[in-house]
């Protein structure tokens, strides 16, 4: 199961990240993991022809099929998302070209999730000298907010599992009315939102449907 957007940031802010060990950690570098874990795009298809992040806008996403099957390429004026990937071509801000991931869109400027100089963190960044994006086709949704809390089961009977998957062992089981105390989502898998929480009795993550994707049908406040 691929990450969603919103749980790349939360492991990545503030870590280095070194995909291919040359260099330490390099903005290409965290663009190649967030291709990998959001997209699922192969390293092979994230690289640079000449060195510069920039190079994968302009020449790359051209020359791998991988990545064209992953991501759309759009230009410096369309409206930037959540989850975009903006390139920069050298220009005073960015001398060797640089990439990002779009946070959100300031205006004149984005909000980043960027690496080099430093450790991976959020910024804002100048849109001048924005080559354009690379918008993920199939990235996993941002995570929904207030899901954390006490739910009633809305169903019959709702399986408990050991991972966010129908395929996983079931290890229990609510029936209609029971009360869960969920600790957050954590994904889309199977066409199901899963929602997880502590085993009193184990002491593991257990994980139960919340209705199909994008819904909360199995639960009710």
């Known amino acids: 199961m691929t990450m969603t957007i919103d749980q790349f940031i939360q492991t990545y802010n503030g870590s280095t990240v070194d995909v291919d060990r040359f260099y330490g950690g390099q903005c290409w570098d965290l663009w190649s993991r967030y291709a990998q874990d959001v997209a699922g795009v192969p390293q092979s298809a994230t690289n640079t022809v ?56 300031q205006g004149g400027s984005l909000l980043c999730l960027t690496q080099n100089p430093g450790a991976t963190h959020q910024a804002s960044i100048t849109k001048n000298g924005l080559l354009g994006y690379l918008r993920p086709k199939t990235a996993a949704p941002a995570a929904p907010s207030g899901i954390a809390g006490a739910w009633r089961v809305n169903v019959a009977k709702l399986n408990v599992r050991a991972q966010p998957s129908t395929g996983a062992q079931i290890v229990a089981q609510y ?30 993550h257990r994980y139960i449907a919340l209705g199909p994707a994008g819904t909360t049908d199995y639960l009710k406040r």
């Open 50 to 105: 000449n060195g510069n992040a920039g190079s994968v806008y302009t020449s790359t996403w051209d020359q791998q099929p991988a990545l064209r099957d992953k991501f759309d390429r759009l230009p410096a004026g369309t409206a930037p998302r959540k989850g975009d990937v903006a390139f920069w071509g050298n220009a005073p801000a960015t001398p060797y070209t640089h990439v990002a991931i779009v946070i959100a869109d």
């Open 175 to 204: 029936s209609a009315g029971q009360t869960v105390n969920l600790d957050g989502w954590t994904g889309r898998a199977d066409g199901y939102d899963w929602g997880r929480y502590i085993g009193a009795a184990s002491g593991q």
